[in-house]
């Protein structure tokens, strides 16, 4: 059986894990191929590392441990409103877990006192953008071109929103 906790600093190197088997899968055709094999678990792990340790995170990132493994995790940004990811290990994709992940952050969101939330997905990520609009996620308008962090490569994205609470 599945469970969701807050995730740990012990649990950087098995989000990493997670975070570029996914990216790996789901962007495929979608990010050049030289970039997607050349993600490192390694740096992940310590970007992730740092990013547990901090405080001000403390509760923001939920990981899924089936058969005691993490297979999937959430982040999410509780002063800004913001589900800022969703990865689950490919092998899981279809299985419902995603759907749990993100009914659980939609939930810490709307427990931080959040009215509304918003989301940044990958413009040519149409599975995502299938994913979040059968949970009711829509576009508002807003787009964005960045890069990755140290990285050549130019992400455009498109904001979602929904509303947590009805009227």
Do not use: C
């Not at 992940?44 to 901090?54: C, G, M, P, S």
């Not at 899924?64 to 990811?85: H, M, P, Y």
């Not at 299938?130 to 455009?156: I, N, Q």
């Amino acid at each position: 059986m599945a469970t969701i906790r807050p995730a740990t600093v012990e649990d950087a190197w098995p989000i990493a894990e997670v975070n570029v088997r996914s990216w790996q899968s789901a962007y495929r055709g979608l990010l050049p191929e030289l970039y997607l094999r050349d993600l490192s678990v390694e740096s992940r792990a310590a970007r992730w590392q740092r990013v547990l340790a901090d405080p001000a995170n403390q509760g923001d990132i939920l990981v899924l441990v089936e058969d005691d493994s993490v297979v999937g995790f959430t982040a999410v940004d509780r002063i800004r409103g913001e589900l800022r990811a969703i990865y689950l290990a490919p092998e899981r994709w279809g299985t419902g877990l995603g759907r749990r992940l993100h009914d659980t952050a939609v939930a810490a969101l709307r427990e931080s006192g959040h009215r509304e939330v918003t989301l940044w997905v990958l413009d040519t990520n149409e599975r995502a953008q299938r994913f979040y609009a059968a949970a009711g996620w829509v576009p508002d308008g807003a787009t964005k071109s960045d890069t990755m962090p140290g990285e050549d490569v130019l992400l455009s994205e498109t904001r979602y929103r929904i509303a947590l609470v009805s009227g």
